[in-house]
């Protein structure tokens, strides 16, 4: 097997994907939205869903009016019927589906033991669960496909560290990322014509911090890490626009590993392989290295 850096050359991704058939989740707004607009701009005919209706409703307006083709369909990825009925409606509209981004994501801050319980089940429900129920929902028939398909599930530079307050993201990011690279063996073994992706971000400029959940016995604890990752994202994140262009670029490429800052998650995975192999304890604190640096390009999403 070859690592991906001996696979340098480039793939259109115009080539790869025109004509096809990309389903979305989480696109109403962030890197779902601009994946979605990506994904139009190269050709496809886009499914889109989210749990808000009315942000959904506001993209697909957006992709009408650039002349795609699009099928806006509200979806609660953590419910397995819906998500169901998703694949059904994306197949019944386009007859196929070649390219399923699981994109839908949320966060949360707050020491683990005092988080909630609904806090923490809606967190790995939404971030893992929502993944499962995409794979479940869309794999066979795209296994089945004469075409090549292509399923990206979107993780995190979370998935290969840990921090303090924030152990539900990490968690369930830790989970996308093992759910993916089972994915890829089970698939590899099934489905020759199946690229499976983990999808990487670092820092991208988004909501997502705008809507995290927070449980805490002291709310300044948590703001402290909010301002801290809001102004983060501000100020060093990269555009939504731009990580969905290194996204798609990296799926048509047939790549596993797709970071969207490749510098800090070669750091990241190094610290974590060193950890490893040393049998050291964690040390990794990415909220409050982001301080120590005065917000200095880096860190984590
Ligand atoms: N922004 C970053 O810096 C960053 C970094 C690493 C990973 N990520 C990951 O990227 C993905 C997209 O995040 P984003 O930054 O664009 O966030 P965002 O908050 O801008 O967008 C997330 C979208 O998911 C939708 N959503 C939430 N719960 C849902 C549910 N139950 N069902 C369907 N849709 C739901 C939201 O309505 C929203 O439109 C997430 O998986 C996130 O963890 C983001």
């Known amino acids: 097997m070859t690592s991906q850096s001996c696979e340098a050359a480039m793939t259109d991704p115009r080539q790869a994907f025109g004509g096809r058939t990309a389903v979305i989740t989480g696109a109403g707004g962030g890197i779902g939205r601009a994946l979605s607009l990506h994904a ?20 697909r307006r ?10 806006a369909v509200p979806t609660d990825v953590r419910d397995a019927d819906a998500v169901d009925a998703l694949a059904g409606a994306a197949h019944a509209a386009f007859g196929s589906v070649e390219l399923l981004v699981n994109n839908a994501g949320i966060e949360s801050v707050g020491r683990i033991w ?44 979370a998935a290969v560290t840990s921090g303090t307050m924030n152990a539900a993201y ?8 093992a759910m993916t690279e089972c994915l890829y063996l089970e698939a590899g073994e099934q ?6 992706s983990a999808v990487c971000p670092a820092a991208v400029r988004t909501r997502i911090f705008e809507d995290a959940l927070t449980d805490t016995a002291d709310p300044s604890s948590t703001d402290e890490v909010l301002d801290t990752m809001r102004g983060h994202l501000r100020e060093d994140g990269i555009t939504a626009e731009v990580a969905a262009e290194r996204i798609l670029q990296g799926v048509a490429d047939r790549q596993f590993w797709i970071p969207t800052h490749p510098e800090r998650f070669a750091e990241l995975t190094s610290r974590r392989a060193t950890m490893l192999n040393q049998l ?10 982001i301080q120590q640096r005065g917000n200095s390009p880096a860190p984590t999403g």
């Not at 139009?40 to 409703?57: F, H, K, Q, S, W």
């Not at 609904?118 to 089945?144: L, Y």
């Not at 489905?191 to 499976?196: D, E, S």
């Not at 050291?280 to 290295?289: F, I, L, R, S």
């Open 62 to 71: 957006e992709l009408s009016d650039v002349g795609a083709t699009v099928l």
């Open 280 to 289: 050291t304890p964690p040390t990794a604190n990415v909220a409050k290295e």
């Open 170 to 177: 990490y968690a369930s990011k830790h989970a996308v990322l």
């Open 114 to 157: 005092e988080t909630s319980p609904e806090t923490w089940q809606r967190m790995q429900r939404v971030n893992a669960d929502g993944v499962f129920n995409g794979i479940r929902s869309f794999v066979p028939r795209m296994g089945a496909s004469p075409h090549p398909t292509y399923v990206a599930n979107v993780a995190s530079v």
């Open 191 to 196: 489905f020759p014509r199946m690229t499976v």
């Open 40 to 59: 139009a701009d190269l050709g496809m005919r886009v499914v889109i869903a989210d749990l808000d209706a009315a942000r959904l409703e506001e993209v």
